[in-house]
């Protein structure tokens, strides 16, 4: 197979590798679309993960399955699938505890372009199939379903984690497309105030369209500034951390939050990083500000019922979509967009109709 691959820090390029062995609960899968994420530019230029070689990238793809092992029972070849990022191994205890996304370890169950080559190949392996694959229905269209690997379910996952119920003021800290989707999410959990916290104007144009009423533009200040004066002194309800840096963007989010409310962080922080914030801020302790932050679920019940989000017209990925690209050799091109990060930018995705 080829795929493309980090090769050292820093240092990006296609590679030829032998096709991954199928075990019995496993499938190997054509990829139909795959898109970039921030986690890839992270892992390749900013150390996140520690020095990879020869590490094919990549964790957001739908695909065709290609082969299956002799105890997968739900999935054939030719069947056109939703892969999820986060593939857990569900007999590990962890996931028997209701931490699936830690089988085999904390973020055990992230294994594309962390612990095993990634979607950016020409074959690329699933482990435990009939767990983590589901069926792509007809009416999603490949690049949309891209999504459903990671920006859809991540994004939501912040609601979920931060408890985002009726009425409840919001603020969302980064408008990317994971905070357009934590945004989105908020929004269909009942959130009668939502603050997008960004200032590029295609992320801010999208994000009233999933249902933002306010803006905060973090260039005309703190950001806790503005949002305290705008809930009269009071904060919010929620708070949902998609972006920023450990210290910074905690300091803010824990001033802004009232007494008895949460946070839900998946911002992927810089490990090498501590997170600060101010502990008078905090109820010095004992301000029942609460803190979560988790690796969103995978597999596949998770997918099925993201993808019916989609179908019934729940959720509109394509408004995420600002770059598409027709054919398996441009994904550096659309990686050196996640590097860059121009201002037209929410997200790219590869069309790989050119792979057999």
């Not at 199928?22 to 390749?44: E, K, M, N, Q």
């Not at 960004?198 to 950001?223: C, F, L, M, P």
Request: net charge negative; aromatic share 6%; glycine share 12%.
């Amino acid at each position: 197979m080829k795929g493309f691959a980090m090769l050292g820090p820093n240092k990006t390029g296609f590679i030829e590798k032998e096709d991954p062995k199928v075990g019995s609960r496993d499938a190997l899968v054509r990829p139909l679309a795959v898109a970039p994420c921030t986690s890839d530019i992270h892992t390749v230029f900013e150390d996140a993960l520690g020095p990879r070689e020869n590490m094919i990238l990549g964790h957001e793809a739908c695909g065709v399955v290609v082969e299956v092992g002799e105890d997968v029972k739900d999935f054939k070849p030719g069947d056109r699938v939703l892969v999820p990022a986060i593939t857990p191994n569900w007999s590990d205890v962890y996931s028997q505890a209701g931490y699936a996304t830690d089988s085999d370890g904390m973020l055990g169950g992230w294994k594309f372009s962390n612990i095993k080559d990634g979607v950016f190949a020409t074959r690329f392996h699933v482990n435990d199939a009939d767990g983590n694959l589901a069926h792509l229905p007809d009416e999603i269209d490949p690049a949309e379903a891209c999504m459903l690997s990671d920006m859809i379910p991540t994004g939501l996952h912040a609601s979920e984690m931060a408890g985002v119920t009726f009425g409840d003021a919001v603020a969302v800290i980064g408008i990317g497309p994971v905070g357009l989707m934590a945004l989105r999410g908020a929004v269909l959990h009942g959130a009668g105030r939502v603050f997008a916290v960004g200032s590029r104007e295609k992320t801010v144009e999208v994000a009233k369209k999933y249902g933002a009423t306010d803006i905060i533009d973090y260039h005309n200040g703190r950001i806790s500034d503005q949002i305290l004066e705008a809930t009269g002194g009071q904060g919010v309800d929620k708070v949902l951390i998609a972006g920023g840096n450990a210290k910074d963007t905690f300091e803010e989010a824990v001033r802004m939050l009232k007494p008895g409310g949460s946070i839900g962080n998946v911002n992927y922080l810089n490990g090498h990083d501590d997170v600060a914030f101010n502990a008078g801020d905090w109820g010095v302790g004992m301000g029942h500000k609460t803190i979560h932050g988790g690796l969103m679920p995978g597999g596949r019940l998770r997918m099925e019922k993201l993808a019916a989000l989609v179908v019934n017209g729940r959720i509109d990925p394509s408004l995420m979509i600002t770059h598409r690209f027709e054919g398996f050799e441009k994904i550096p091109d659309a990686i050196e967009l996640m590097h860059h990060k121009p201002a037209d930018l929410i997200k790219p995705v590869v069309i790989c109709n050119d792979i057999d």
